[in-house]
C-alpha cells in the first residue's frame, strides 16, 4: 500500500460459524512479588484509601473495573526461589529475606493468606504457582495440604491457627515457572523439569483429585530449545496436567512501529506451534485428553530498555519495570486480545502480566493516586464483552509490508457473541496515517442496529496517561456507524482500538 490509497476492510458475521465458547479464565491477570506490583501497589496499610487489611480500596475499584477474572501468583521469577512457609503466621515472625530474582528485600509481610483475602474481596479466581525451582514435590504437597485440606492434619491445622477455619480450596496451580531459563533459580533441563512436574502432579492429586494443573511451557518461543521442551515435557506430563503453559512480551524496537503493531502474527504462530505439539504428543503417548493452553504471561514490555546496572539492588518494593504506556502501545494490546480470543477453543486461560505499577495497566503512587494506563482500556472492553462464544471471522483488508512479518492484513478483528441478541466485535486498524472503511456482512447474525462504536485512538501516538494526566486517553464513543439491509459499514480510525457492539 502506498500513502495515499485508501483502506478498506470487510469480513462475514455468522454464528453457524464458531471458533468456542470463551474460558473466563481467559481475562486473567498477575501479581508478583516485584518491585511496586505488592508492595504500595494492591496493598498499603497507612495510605488513606487503605482497608483495615491493608488493601488499597482506589486499587480494588479499579481491578474490578478492569474486569479481571483470576489472579496468578506470587511469581514469575520470583517463586522459584520463594518459602512459602516464610508468608503465613504472625506477622512479627515473618523473615525477611532476600530475592535474588529482582535483587530485592522481601518483607513476607503480605504473604498466601493476605492473597487470599486480595481474590475474595476482588471476586478473582486464585492461581497459584509453585516453587520447582529450588524445592520440589514435597513442598508443593505440604502447601497444598495448608490450603485444601479441611483440618486435623498439622499443615491443614496451622492452617486453622493462622485465623483460617475453612480451606482456601485453590483449584489452578502453575508447576513452576520458566525453568527452561538459565536466568531462572533452579534452571532445568527439560528431562529434568519434566519428570519432577509429574513427579509433583501425582504426589498433588493423591492430595486433591480435582486440581487443575499447568506444566511450564517454554519461556518465549525464541529460546533455543523451543518446540522441544514442550514435547519432552508433555511426553512425561501429558497425562498428569491440564494445561501448559505459553509466555510472550512484545516491544517497538528501532521505530518499527508497523512490526511492532503487528505483534500478534507473532503470537498466532506460538499459539499454532504449541498446539501442534500438545497434539503431536498425544498421539504419541496414545491419549485420548486435549491438552489446553495457559497463555499466563502476556503484554507488552520494554526490556530493551531495561538497563540492571542503574536499578537499585537490596530495597524493599524498588521502582521495577514501570512502563508508562502509549496509545500504540495499548492498539498493541487490543490486538493480543484479539488472537487470544481467536484461538479460544485451545487457550482457555491467559495473564496480563502484571496487575498494579509492574508493565501494568494500573498505576499508583505511595501515599497517593491510583490511576488507568492506556492498556487498561481494552483489556476492560474485551473482558466485559468478550463473553460468549467466539465466531469464526475471516477479515478481508488492504495490506500493507512489515520488516519483521512481511505482508499483514491492516485489520486484525474477532466477533464474540455475547448473547441471541448481542455480537460485539473487536477490531483494531493497523494503519498510522489513514482510517479503515470496514463493510461486514451481518445478515446471518440477524444484527439491524449498531448498539454503539468505541474507539481508543488519538492524533498522538506516543500520548499516554500520567498522575498529572490520568485521563489524557480515554475511550470514546463514535457516530457513523450503520446496519443496512444485513450490512454493517463503520469507519475506523488509523492506529486505533474499536469496540462496535451490534444488535437485532
Known amino acids: ?55 488499597r480500596q482506589d486499587v480494588l475499584d479499579l481491578v474490578r473495573e478492569l474486569g479481571v477474572t483470576l489472579v496468578r501468583y506470587p511469581g514469575g521469577n520470583f517463586v522459584s526461589g520463594y518459602r512459602w512457609e516464610d508468608g503465613v503466621g504472625p506477622l512479627t515472625e515473618r523473615p525477611r ?64 491457627s493462622h485465623g483460617h477455619d475453612e480451606p482456601h480450596r485453590i483449584g489452578f496451580w502453575c508447576l513452576g515457572n520458566e525453568l527452561d531459563g ?23 492429586r493423591m492430595v486433591d483429585p480435582g486440581v487443575d494443573l499447568v506444566a511450564c511451557g517454554s519461556s518465549n518461543s525464541a529460546m533455543p530449545t523451543f518446540a522441544a521442551w514442550e514435547s519432552t515435557v508433555l511426553e512425561h506430563t501429558y497425562e498428569h496436567v491440564d494445561h501448559i503453559s505459553c509466555h510472550a512480551y512484545y516491544e517497538e524496537s528501532g ?49 530493551g530498555l531495561r538497563d540492571p ?27 493480543l486480545l484479539v488472537t487470544l480470543l ?37 483489556f476492560a472492553d474485551a473482558a466485559r464483552h468478550g463473553r460468549g462464544r467466539v465466531l469464526r471471522v475471516e477479515p478481508h483488508s488492504t495490506k500493507h509490508d512489515t520488516a519483521q512479518y512481511g505482508e499483514v492484513d491492516l485489520l486484525h478483528a474477532t466477533a464474540v457473541q455475547e448473547d441471541e441478541d448481542t455480537v460485539t466485535v473487536f477490531a483494531v486498524n493497523r494503519a498510522t496515517d489513514r482510517p479503515l472503511e470496514l463493510v461486514a456482512d451481518v445478515r446471518g447474525a440477524g444484527s439491524t442496529r449498531v448498539l454503539e462504536h468505541r474507539v481508543l485512538a488519538d492524533p498522538d501516538r506516543h500520548s499516554r496517561n500520567t498522575a498529572a494526566e490520568p485521563d489524557r486517553v480515554r475511550p470514546r464513543r463514535l457516530d457513523g456507524a450503520v446496519v443496512e439491509g444485513g450490512t454493517l459499514t463503520a469507519t475506523l480510525p488509523p492506529l486505533s482500538w474499536n469496540v462496535l457492539r451490534l444488535q437485532r
Open 97 to 160: 529475606r532476600l530475592d535474588p530474582a529482582w535483587c530485592s528485600v522481601e518483607t513476607n509481610e503480605f504473604g498466601l493468606n493476605e492473597f487470599m483475602r486480595f481474590v475474595e474481596v476482588a471476586g478473582v479466581e486464585p492461581m497459584m504457582a509453585l516453587n520447582l525451582g529450588t524445592r520440589g514435590p514435597q513442598e508443593a504437597r505440604e502447601l497444598l495440604e495448608y490450603c485444601n485440606h479441611p483440618g486435623g492434619t498439622a499443615w491443614s491445622d496451622l492452617r486453622r
Open 342 to 378: 481467536r484461538h479460544c477453543d485451545r487457550v482457555t486461560a491467559a495473564c496480563l502480566a502484571q496487575l498494579v505499577n509492574v508493565i501494568a495497566p494500573i498505576m499508583t503512587e505511595p501515599g497517593g493516586p491510583a490511576w488507568r494506563q492506556t492498556t487498561f482500556f481494552p
Open 1 to 55: 500500500m502506498t500513502h495515499g490509497e485508501s483502506a478498506r476492510a470487510s469480513l462475514t458475521i455468522d454464528p453457524a460459524f464458531q471458533v468456542g465458547e470463551v474460558n473466563p479464565r481467559l481475562f486473567g491477570s498477575f501479581v508478583e512479588h516485584l518491585g511496586r506490583c505488592v508492595y504500595t501497589g494492591i496493598h498499603e496499610p497507612g495510605h488513606p484509601a487503605a482497608r483495615e487489611d491493608g488493601l
Open 182 to 204: 538459565p536466568w531462572q533459580m533452579g534452571h532445568k533441563t527439560a528431562e529434568e523439569y519434566g519428570r519432577i512436574a509429574a513427579e509433583t502432579a501425582r504426589v498433588m
Open 255 to 303: 521505530g518499527d512501529v508497523d512490526s511492532f503493531l503487528a505483534s500478534a502474527q507473532d503470537m498466532e504462530h506460538f499459539i499454532d506451534s504449541v498446539v501442534a505439539t500438545c497434539d503431536h504428543v498425544r498421539a504419541k503417548v496414545r491419549s485420548t485428553k486435549r491438552l489446553e493452553l495457559s497463555f499466563d504471561e502476556w503484554n507488552v514490555w520494554y526490556r
Open 309 to 335: 546496572a542503574t536499578e537499585p539492588e537490596w530495597e524493599v518494593a524498588p521502582r521495577l519495570l514501570e512502563d508508562n504506556y502509549t496509545l500504540t502501545d495499548a492498539v498493541v494490546v487490543g490486538s
